[in-house]
């Protein structure tokens, strides 16, 4: 089974501090992705990459940035921090497909609070 | 890009009852629709996926339906259990933004006992 594990499941961060999400996967997928999920407005993506060093800009990706510097491990990172970036923060990991998808796995996501 | 509507947004049902969650999707380009199950405090498992060259799939009491002309896929649940209550998230990928996924806003599904 697929395994994607995200470093912390709570955080409690303050207004202006600089915060990393680590999530890491255990199956040598290419593609792993950042999404943020709030009430009512379902999964949002962040930032993806599809390969070691290389990150593409999602939907939102204002105020963050993202890392990837070994294929198994994606880190987001938050500049500095602000109160409206609370929120659930989802991880997932898939691999190359041909034609059609391959889909996506699951962290079980951080739950960050900015105070 | 891709835009995916949900609906309902919450839906309860009696135990032993079908349920049944739809989906619309606006890029004819999208390809691949999978259906998550997210329980508290747990992240979206993948339950069923239905890929644009099939219109239909089965997995025991769990099937998806695609119509591709009226671009939209449905979630159907029979013979609903308590364990079944859950958030449900669909999603569609176009063919044409890598493996990127667009997802809709969920549905809250509650079975009653």
């Known amino acids: 089974d697929v395994k994607v594990t995200q470093s912390s499941r709570y955080l409690v961060k303050r207004t202006g501090e600089k915060v990393f999400l680590e999530c890491v996967q255990d199956?040598?997928?290419?593609?792993m992705f950042w999404y943020r999920q709030d009430p009512g407005l379902g999964l949002r993506l962040i930032y993806f990459?599809?390969?070691?060093?290389?990150?593409e800009k999602g939907d939102i990706p204002e105020g963050y940035s993202v890392s990837r510097e070994k294929k198994e491990r994606f880190s987001l990172i938050l500049e500095s921090a602000s109160t409206n970036q609370t929120s659930m923060y989802l991880c997932?990991?898939?691999?190359?497909?041909?034609?059609?998808?391959?889909?996506?796995?699951f962290g079980d996501g951080t739950r960050l609070s900015i105070l | 890009g891709e835009n995916v509507e949900q609906h309902p947004s919450t839906l309860s049902v009696q135990e032993g009852d079908s349920a049944v969650i739809k989906c619309t999707y606006s890029?004819?380009?999208?390809?691949?629709f999978p259906w998550y199950k997210q329980e508290l405090g747990k992240g979206p498992q993948l339950i069923i996926d239905?890929?644009?060259?099939?219109g239909e799939k089965k997995d025991q009491r769990i099937a998806v339906t695609l119509n591709k002309t009226a671009k939209h896929f449905s979630l159907h649940i029979t013979e609903t259990q308590p364990e079944d209550s859950a958030v449900y998230f669909c999603?569609?990928?176009?063919?044409?933004?890598?493996?990127?996924?667009?997802f809709g806003t969920g549905t809250s599904l509650t079975v009653i006992p």
């Open positions: 997932a990991s898939s691999g190359l497909g041909t034609g059609f998808s391959q889909p996506q796995h």
């Open positions: 199956m040598d997928h290419e593609n």
């Open positions: 990459s599809y390969d070691v060093k290389m990150k």
């Open positions: 890029d004819s380009a999208s390809n691949y």
């Open positions: 239905i890929r644009s060259n099939v």
């Open positions: 999603a569609a990928r176009p063919s044409n933004t890598g493996n990127q996924f667009y």
